[in-house]
T-cell receptor
Framework: NAGVTQTPKFRILKIGQSMTLQCTQD?????MYWYRQDPGMGLKLIYY???????DKGEVPNGYNVSRSTTEDFPLRLELAAPSQTSVYFC???????????????FGSGTRLTVV | DQQVKQNSPSLSVQEGRISILNCDYT??????FLWYKKYPAEGPTFLIS?????DKNEDGRFTVFLNKSAKHLSLHIVPSQPGDSAVYFC??????????FGKGTRLHILP
């Protein structure tokens, strides 16, 4: 069982470039999330989705976009990369709000992004 | 404003002893709480949770205690093992809402 798969694992971008961070889950989870983790700052929510076709902003959405065309995929788009977006990005999923109360989210292994 | 606070950035504990990680929260609407463990270069993994209607939940070496009146929870690991060295995130949520994470505490288990 693959769980939550994120690609790429590492990426270096130049300022102003764009890229898409991929996230796929094979657990038929309805809810999906994108977090970023800065050193010593915990996990901050960027965007989330409660189902295909539905997305909403989290705590730090500026500079990012998402889409959710299928249950499995939840890509995160950076349009104009800035040094402030240097971070580790985690995708997560859960089946429902009830299941996440007992089992939390399932996280991917992360994408380490550096913008220079 | 931080709703979930882990005030100790790091903690060192001798192998075999008890590790106690603390967490405070400010939102009285939170009704369940979780602990996650994270190794370097990996995503966080769920460890244990507790509902606000309980004051204790146990799973093997891991026990979470909840003091609602103090808005405080703690994770006890007994006995501590080398593989427990990791970053531990405290997290909380209200029903049907998103999970809010603390900044994490790095636990070092000393030989």
């Amino acid at each position: 069982n693959a769980g939550v798969t994120q690609t790429p694992k590492f990426r270096i971008l130049k300022i102003g470039q764009s890229m898409t961070l991929q996230c796929t889950q094979d657990m038929n989870h309805n809810y999906m999330y994108w977090y970023r983790q800065d050193p010593g700052m915990g996990l901050k929510l960027i965007y989330y989705s409660v189902g295909a076709g539905i997305t909403d902003k989290g705590e730090v959405p500026n500079g990012y976009n998402v889409s959710r065309s299928t249950t499995e995929d939840f890509p995160l788009r950076l349009e104009l990369a800035a040094p402030s977006q240097t971070s580790v990005y985690f995708c997560a999923s859960s089946y429902s709000s009830i299941s996440q109360a007992n089992y939390g989210y399932t996280f991917g292994s992360g994408t380490r992004l550096t913008v220079v | 404003d931080q709703q979930v606070k882990q005030n100790s950035p790091s903690l060192s504990v001798q192998e075999g002893r008890i590790s106690i990680l603390n967490c405070d929260y400010t939102n009285s609407m939170f009704d369940y709480f979780l602990w996650y463990k994270k190794y370097p270069a990996e995503g966080p993994t769920f460890l244990i949770s507790i509902s606000s209607i309980k004051d204790k939940n146990e799973d093997g070496r891991f026990t979470v205690f909840l003091n609602k009146s103090a808005k405080h929870l703690s994770l006890h690991i007994v006995p501590s093992q080398p593989g427990d060295s990791a970053v531990y995130f405290c997290a909380a949520s209200a029903t049907d809402d998103k999970i809010i994470f603390g900044k994490g505490t790095r636990l070092h288990i000393l030989p």
